[in-house]
């Protein structure tokens, strides 16, 4: 199957720095990469959606300012954490799916994100 | 309202036999797709089965088996000859079309527990 992956797989930070998580493709060009959050023994919450250049689409109560989506390429979708706060402590996933497999996602391992 | 509900938090089952995860799924569109995922402890998510809404037949994968109840809006996920590597958090998921594109939502979530 196609692969994702996810850098780093997990992240220590401060609170009030920036934390960028990559989200790439290795072997199949992504049309569309998904972002979602799990907090500890709960589902996965859609952040937002992203198309190949263009404007990631935010669900509704997520912070477009504060999570900024960037998918420059059809290989690589970033998600940045701005200004990070404890609240934030997460498990981010992404996801990625192809022009040619609309019936599935392939997800990628996750990161670990936890703000001190 | 509740898009995905899947009722039971937690199940057992013995290694060896079947054993059904409910899911029941509320949607507008006429067009949309149902997806079970599994993500054991180290939280990666990995696909198991896909049903499309006009899909006439039921979708088997292996071991995994989707009753779907299309008037009652029910996506079943049946898993024969259970195994002790199946116990994981199993997801169902819906995909549905919205302004733009589509996105996926996740219900909350079954963990399954496998006895030997």
């Known amino acids: 199957g196609a692969v994702v992956s996810q850098h780093p797989s997990w992240v220590i930070c401060k609170s009030g720095t920036s934390v960028k998580i990559e989200c790439r493709s290795l072997d199949f060009q992504a049309t569309t990469m998904f972002w979602y959050r799990q907090f500890p023994k709960q589902s996965l919450m859609l952040m937002a959606t992203s198309n190949e250049g263009s404007k990631a689409t935010y669900e509704q109560g997520v912070e477009k300012d504060k999570f900024l989506i960037n998918h420059a390429s059809l290989t690589l979708s970033t998600l940045t954490v701005t200004s990070a706060h404890p609240e934030d402590s997460s498990f981010y996933i992404c996801?990625?799916?192809?022009?040619?497999?609309?019936?599935?996602?392939?997800f990628g391992p996750g990161t670990r994100l936890t703000v001190l | 309202a509740q898009k995905i509900t899947q009722t039971q938090p937690g199940m057992f089952v013995q290694e060896k036999e079947a054993v059904t995860l409910d899911c029941t799924y509320d949607?507008?569109?006429?067009?949309?797709?149902l997806f079970w995922y599994k993500q054991p402890s180290s939280g990666e998510m990995i696909f198991l089965i896909y049903?499309?809404?006009?899909?006439?037949q039921n979708a088997t994968e292996g071991r995994y088996s989707l009753n779907f109840q299309k008037a009652r809006k029910s996506a079943n996920l049946v898993i024969s000859a259970s195994q002790l590597g199946d116990s994981a958090m199993y997801f169902c998921a819906m995909r549905e079309r919205e302004a733009g594109g589509f996105k996926t939502i996740f219900g909350a979530g079954t963990r399954l527990f496998v006895k030997a």
């Open positions: 996801s990625a799916r192809s022009g040619r497999t609309l019936n599935e996602q392939f």
């Open positions: 949607t507008s569109d006429p067009s949309y797709g």
């Open positions: 049903q499309g809404s006009y899909d006439q």
